[in-house]
């Protein structure tokens, strides 16, 4: 059997947006539940908390914004992204202030969402090595500084450089853990020329471009011990 990457918790009213969704992770080698509306999603989460829920913003009774809300009541650091159609985009983003990580509309763009969830995972992993930091993985923590720089860009520059610098982090990210240092490597020196892209073209704050490069740093560090 093998290892599972994450448990995700899929809760929204359709149920062909639930087995679409639910057949992507599985096949990608999550383990995946579905939840048909917000009182079984919360029953669900209490019974065995899940990595990642990915949530519907509109259902009928409790809606996702308020889950959102009941979630976040009961555990503050579980990962949440947010369904939504494009008409619910203005709304999708307020629910980033309620605590979700992200959001991603219908019909699904699966290279977004899938980058999404392995950046909301990494971000898991970040924060529970929190109380340690000497003990947190660099190359986790570089995958969560580029997410969270590249969303502080406009959309144009997000959907260009940031989506191409967020790609490349969860490569290196992904090499150096099955021990291919050489190609992580590579994604390492892609970052930091896509970052340089980015910082020339103003498309990023000097407070989250540094952020990056200390982690571009912590992550340059680890790989010269490994040599």
């Given amino acids: 059997m093998s290892l599972s990457l994450g448990r995700i918790l899929v809760v929204d009213d359709e149920a062909p947006v639930r087995e679409v969704l639910s057949e992507y992770f599985t096949s ?3 383990t995946v539940h579905e939840a048909s509306g917000g009182k079984d999603a919360l029953a669900a989460i209490r019974r065995d908390r899940p990595d ?3 949530l519907d913003v509109r259902m009928p009774g409790i809606d996702g914004v308020e889950v959102l809300r009941r979630i ?6 579980l990962a949440v992204i947010m369904v939504t159609a494009n008409e619910d985009a203005a709304l999708a983003r307020e629910t980033l202030q309620l605590g979700a ?6 019909p699904f763009d699966y290279v977004y969402l899938d980058r999404a969830v392995s950046a909301a995972l990494l971000r898991s992993s970040v924060e529970s090595a929190a109380e340690k930091p000497d003990e947190a993985d660099p190359w986790q923590r570089l995958a969560h500084a580029v997410f969270r720089a590249v969303r502080a860009m406009e959309t144009t520059a997000r959907a260009s450089t940031g989506a191409r610098m967020e790609a490349a982090a969860l490569a290196a990210a ?5 021990g291919r240092a050489a190609v992580a490597c590579q994604h390492l020196e892609e970052v930091v020329l896509l970052l ?7 498309d990023l704050p000097g407070s989250d471009r540094t952020l990056v490069e200390t982690a571009l740093e912590a992550a340059r560090r680890s790989l010269a011990g490994a040599h």
């Fill in 174 to 178: 992904r090499e150096i853990a099955a």
């Fill in 196 to 202: 340089s892209i980015a910082g020339a073209l103003g």
């Fill in 52 to 54: 990642l829920v990915l």
């Fill in 72 to 77: 976040r009541e009961l555990d503050d650091a």
């Fill in 28 to 30: 990608q080698g999550y």
């Fill in 101 to 106: 990580f992200d959001y991603v509309g219908k």
